[in-house]
């Protein structure tokens, strides 16, 4: 079961996303201010954090940067004051979404299952890596990349040509790869890296609100809508808006994502005044656009507006000599979330790996390392690999 983090002094807004988040079965943990928030976050792991700005004791800016030190869990920042400079503030120290009061709970919902969907489709290598055995790839950029392979090599001398640039790119290549990863070293290797980073799952918004998530609205624009909220074009604004699995977006969202990305304008639901806007645009997907295009899916003026390069993510198939730096990686890893000794792997073990073949790539090798520190005596060996593989 996925627990959740509500950090915030109002008993009522507590019980509120208590209630909706219960009934979708999600556990709920509570907590009244950003101290106690920061003691719930020392005795357990969560999936998602929702935490008030303006609380007694601690406020949530203060709890923002003390939470991050403790934990990777995203942060999604709720308040009743904001302004965009708030929000971009939040999105710049490191929050994963900013919400406005009075809250709406489909968006809260929404929000709680993007996030736990980008926690799976993500590959933690945030991290820098243990001296001489991986390598940290950018001095520039806190986002890291593992691998040493040649098509590694390629894709990331193409992501130090592209970065500097405005150009708007495509990042392919199958689920659990590291398209997000690629994304982020973009944003950190460009001229916009001070600014916002900000990113929509296409995928994990229902088609009824991913056009107010990503152009925002106006407050009665329709049913939930209690109160005007920003989209993340406005949010993303001077920054970069990243834009996760576009080939799942409806024909009519494209419709509207091209107009914006042609004009720089944006409307927002509900709302007859257009907003300018100055974004940068990368978009990921896992589907052939091209198929997509010709079964009448995906728009071709569309993806000729956002392919000006196209980055392709090579399979973990494609780059098996990377295998022993991921798995070590992996090991320190989930040592250190476990504060349990290190595994280590025999070399007929890790040879058996490196062979096997990854359907889902980064992100089941990352699965099937924690899976056998699990269930082996901290010495994964060619038996421990073949009984629980």
């Known amino acids: ?27 709920v943990v509570e907590a009244e201010d950003g101290r106690e928030g920061l003691e719930a976050l020392k005795h357990r792991v969560f999936d998602v954090i929702f935490c008030d700005i303006k609380m007694p ?11 991050k030190e403790l934990s990777s869990s995203p942060i999604v920042m709720i308040s009743g004051h904001g302004t965009i400079a708030t929000a971009v503030e939040c999105l710049k120290n490191g929050a994963a979404d900013y919400i406005e009061k009075p809250l709406d709970l489909n968006r809260i919902l929404s929000c709680v299952k993007q996030q736990i969907q980008k926690a799976k489709e993500n590959i933690p290598l945030n991290q820098k890596p243990p001296a001489k055995k991986n390598k940290t790839i950018s001095n520039t950029s806190s986002t890291v990349i593992i691998g040493e392979s040649l098509k590694v090599k390629q894709m990331l001398a193409l992501i130090d040509k592209v970065a500097p640039t405005d150009a708007k790119v495509l990042i392919t290549g199958d689920n659990g790869t590291g398209k997000e990863l690629v994304a982020k070293m973009l944003h950190e290797k460009s001229l916009r890296s001070k600014n916002p980073f900000v990113e929509l799952n296409c995928a994990a918004i229902p088609n009824e609100l991913i056009e107010s998530e990503l152009f925002g609205h106006e407050k009665g624009s329709f049913t939930s809508a209690i109160a005007k909220q920003k989209g993340k074009f406005q949010l993303a604004d001077t920054g970069t808006l990243f ?101 280590t792997i025999e070399k007929d073990a890790m040879k058996f790996l490196m062979e096997y073949d990854y359907k889902g790539n980064i992100r089941q090798l990352r699965n099937i390392i924690e899976r056998l520190t699990i269930l082996s005596d901290k010495v994964i060996t060619i038996d421990d690999v073949k009984n629980y593989l």
Do not use: C
Request: hydrophobic share 40%; proline share 2%.
């Open 1 to 27: 079961m996925n627990t959740i983090l509500i950090v915030d002094d109002e008993r009522a807004i507590r019980r509120a996303m208590r209630e909706i988040l219960e009934f979708e079965d999600y556990e």
């Open 57 to 67: 004791k601690m406020d949530g800016i203060d709890f923002l940067a003390k939470a």
């Open 243 to 343: 834009l996760d699995e576009i080939g799942d977006m409806s024909l009519n969202t494209q419709s509207k994502v091209l107009q914006a990305i042609q004009e720089k304008k944006i409307l927002p639901v509900g709302s007859e005044k257009e907003i300018h806007v100055n974004v940068r645009i990368l978009s990921a997907t896992n589907k052939t656009l091209r198929q997509e295009i010709d079964e009448g899916r995906f728009r071709e003026d569309l993806y000729h507006r956002i392919n000006v390069i196209e980055i392709k993510v090579p399979s973990l198939n494609e780059r098996r000599e990377d295998i022993p730096l991921l798995a070590e990686h992996f090991l320190n890893l989930i040592a250190q979330e476990s504060n349990t000794e290190k595994s």
